[in-house]
């Protein structure tokens, strides 16, 4: 698991790295309750800047950010996800897709259906799902005590 800024504002991205550290520290203490300490950090938007790589440096943190976004608009977009993810996807690629509920008119089921036809696609396309921390090779948490 990975912290991702508590807000969701990637304007905090933009200014400063005072407004910075304290929304990633923010993200860092909402997740402690779960024992564990996020060192990768994933930008909203993917948006990187060279202040947020010094931020995260002094937190003992890195960017990972994607390769591949499936437009699902924290699951606003749902209809041929599916579909229109499988047609680009690319070997290597790091997919982000949003864990939350549906929003609007949207079952849960719908995403559930496009989640399970995504990656039997991608099977049948050869590809495999991997853990981010196996693809580069880093931990992406630590636990803490």
């Known amino acids: 698991m990975g912290n991702h800024t508590y807000d969701h504002d990637y304007l905090a991205l ?4 005072k407004a910075l550290s304290i929304e990633i520290e923010r993200g860092q203490k909402a997740l402690a309750p779960l024992g564990i300490r996020p060192l990768a950090f994933r930008p909203p938007v993917g948006i990187t ?15 990972a950010t994607f390769r591949f ?11 041929n996800l599916a579909k229109a993810t499988l047609e680009r996807v690319r070997p290597d690629d790091i997919l982000v897709l949003h864990d939350v509920k549906p929003a609007r008119n949207q ?13 039997t696609g ?6 495999r799902i991997t853990t981010l921390e196996s693809l580069i090779d880093r931990p992406v948490m630590r636990k803490i005590k």
Request: aromatic fraction near 4%; proline fraction near 4%; charge should be positive.
């Open 122 to 127: 991608l099977g049948t396309k050869g590809l």
């Open 49 to 63: 800047t060279p202040v947020l790589g010094q931020v995260l440096h002094r937190m003992g943190m890195y960017a």
């Open 14 to 17: 933009l200014l400063g790295p």
């Open 107 to 119: 079952s849960v089921q719908r995403w559930l259906a496009e989640v399970r036809q995504l990656i």
């Open 69 to 79: 976004r499936a437009h699902d608009h924290g699951n606003l977009l749902l209809n």
